[in-house]
């Protein structure tokens, strides 16, 4: 169920250079949703920007009634965000589209998320709910240096097994994600993959994927200037002709689902 309402701010903090943590008093979308699905936020009353931003819903309390989301200030919209303060009202609207599918079955007690950049958004709530399911679960996590890397003690807390990449080698191990997944995956490890991060990230991991026969689950990043299926500008192609659109057949899919 889409719910709008109108939240009030408990904290916008600023955790790296770009990278801000917003809590939003929220009950009713905090009671509904459901890993990998995201709200659009509406960040001023005026005709700049016209459109809602599309954020990932990062975590949620249910019994305090708020939603953490995680975003990164890289235009005019996500910057408006961050002057928000303390007891500020948000339009918010939400939650949206389809988010990640928990595993079952005998095959089910393993998960591996996969997240690269700002990719780390829709992780954690994913995560509360796999611990929850008593699914293990381990955080492969690659950014462009170490003050990207945001979070980390947040899964930890949770009893998440975290591995860390960074391009430059400041944090982890130096390379990309994709990298450190294909490494694991060499000692035989297995589990499902859940993935959130960069178009070419996730094209890298579609591969290997199907190369390996894995079950992975893909979050896709895009521009959603409607999130309702109205305005069709979030297109992605499927295979054998045609489109799906990531704000309501996804933004999660199978990696067979998409062509990337």
């Not at 709008?4 to 939003?24: A, D, F, H, K, Y």
């Not at 591995?163 to 944090?171: E, V």
């Not at 192609?237 to 899919?253: E, I, L, N, R, S």
Request: net charge negative.
């Amino acid at each position: 169920m889409i719910s709008p309402c109108t939240g009030t701010i408990v904290s916008n903090e600023q955790l790296s250079r770009t990278i801000w943590l917003l809590r939003v008093e929220a009950p009713v979308i905090a009671q509904q949703v459901e890993p990998g699905q995201f709200v659009q936020v509406r960040v001023t009353s005026t005709y700049d920007p016209l459109l809602r931003t599309p954020l990932s819903v990062h975590d949620s309390d249910p019994d305090r009634g708020t939603i953490d989301l995680l975003y990164q200030t890289v235009g005019t919209s996500t910057q408006l965000l961050s002057n928000y303060r303390e007891q500020m009202r948000l339009d918010i609207l939400g939650p949206l589209g389809k988010g990640f599918t928990l595993p079952t079955g005998p095959k089910s007690s393993f998960a591996l998320l996969v997240a690269g950049g700002i990719g780390i958004a829709p992780m954690l709530l994913l995560a509360r709910f796999l611990m929850a399911n008593q699914v293990s679960t381990r955080l492969l996590y690659g950014a462009r240096t170490a003050s990207d890397m945001v979070r980390i003690d947040a899964f930890e807390k949770l009893g998440v097994t975290v591995a860390c990449s960074t391009d430059d080698g400041s944090y982890g191990v130096r390379g990309n994600v994709v990298d450190l997944l294909a490494d694991f995956l060499q000692s035989g490890a297995g589990g499902e993959i859940f993935a959130c991060g960069p178009t070419p990230m996730l094209k890298a991991l579609q591969s290997l994927a199907r190369e390996r026969e894995l079950a992975a689950q893909l979050s896709l990043e895009a521009y959603m200037a409607c999130g309702l299926g109205a305005c069709l500008g979030c297109a992605v192609a499927v295979p054998g002709g045609g489109y799906k659109h990531v704000c309501t057949d996804g933004p999660v899919f199978a990696a067979w689902e998409v062509e990337l």
